[in-house]
């Protein structure tokens, strides 16, 4: 077998990958109907079976709830059922766990004073093949920004009741599947907008954007269900006018991560923010996007690695040139072991040949989602590239032998000529496959010699 006499010289050297490479299995496209998946909802439940929720508004006072579930990761997909019609339906939430399916839908109606919009929830135990009659949660009239959590066999949500001159967010729980509601409010005197809930060992975490008088990203916690919450503490510090989306994250340690869209230099960037103390302090802002701007990021922790994605945009003078829903370009990733302190060089997810043009806004990808896999995560996200809006798929696992560059040595120890030929030419290329050693995002020397002590090691 094949070892370079040099790695006799730097076995001993003080240098570790620190960026441990992991692989991206191919993207596919996931969905060829013609019927566009616009406004998509996506949820996978404890079997691993994946779910996609959107509306057709092609008439809004009977709008068509479409429903299609893939029992193999996207691979192949159910015939496209019409859950919902008959109604006028506004928004839509849904979440999924080892119980079935739970959806809510916010019902439009209006008279000839006003207009109302009142929320619902409804559950599916057969793969949405059915779902019991819609129930209401709450009493409020009037309701924007929804949110749905389940966890342990309760279901949480968030909703706000927009007033004339204030709004209010209300958090509703329920222990008997949905037939009974408590309710709170975690946030006193001070809009609520774009509320993530998270839950960790039974505590709920909120975190949400403020408004243009106040728009520090804030967080509040509960460790009652939901019936008290703390009060609010600022994550961000310096956050621009519009800054908003923000997404939270619980690792191993205990650690909260928050990210979010951040317009501080002028147009979005996206910004993490990190807790060791439950959220009492903050860290500073970091801003992870490198090329071009960001936005619309989500986070998810998988083992002992965050993981952050976003959609890159740009547009003239950096702000998006419309804002359809599609004015964004390509899926950007960033990975870090350290719990935020440091991340791996910005890595292209979605294969889309460029950035939309200003003049073609929505051939881009979007909406991105994250799901879990052992070892790694599953990205979905909506994309227009070929000319309908369809969802895109791409797995990211990590590599159990990093240095079998060309996999076909991985738990057989049979590393050859080849993988370090592989690495030279993407060192030589400024690849940045090839940073695996302190400072990360820079290639140099240090980076060959951990790939030489990795190769000299051997796989498992």
Known sequence: MF?????????????????????????FRSTFDPEPQLNCLLARDAGGRLFALWPDWTDFEDTQVRLMSSPDGGVTWSHIETVFSGAAYDQFEMAADEDGLHVLLVEFTEDDEDEYKQLYYTFSDDNGASFTEPSPVGEHELVEEIRILVAGGEIYVGATQQGEEDS?????????????????????????????????DGTLYLVYAGSIFSPEIQFVRSDDSGATWSAPVGVSSGAGVHSQLPRLAIDGDGALHAIWEDDREGH???????????????????????????ARPRLRVVGDTLHAVWCQYHGDSGWPSTWSNFDYGIIRHRSSTDGGLTWSPET???????????????????????????????????????????????????????????GDGAG?????????????????????????????GVLDFSDVVAYLIEFTTGCP
């Open 3 to 27: 070892r370079p006499t040099l790695l006799t010289l730097v076995a001993t050297a003080p240098f570790a990958i620190t960026n441990a490479r992991a692989d991206w299995d191919d993207e």
């Open 412 to 440: 057989d120890g049979s590393l050859d000529i080849l993988d370090v030929l592989q690495f030279l030419a993407w060192f030589a290329a400024l690849d940045p496959r090839a940073d695996l050693a302190p400072p990360l």
């Open 348 to 406: 292209r997810v979605s294969q889309n040949e460029a950035v939309p043009t200003i003049e073609l806004p929505d051939r881009g990808a979007n909406h991105v989602r994250l799901f879990a896999e052992p070892g790694g995560f599953t990205a979905i996200w909506q994309d227009k590239r070929d000319g309908n809006t369809d969802l895109y798929i791409r797995t990211f696992a990590a590599n159990a032998c990093p240095a079998d560059i060309d």
């Open 168 to 200: 209010v967010h209300y958090f509703f729980r329920s222990d008997d599947g949905g037939k009974t509601w408590t309710q709170s409010v975690p946030v006193e005197s001070a809009p609520v907008r774009n509320p993530h809930y998270s839950i960790a």
């Open 268 to 294: 979005y960037q996206v910004y993490h923010a990190r807790s060791v103390d439950g959220g009492a302090t903050w860290s500073s802002g970091q801003r992870l996007n490198t090329t071009e701007y960001g």
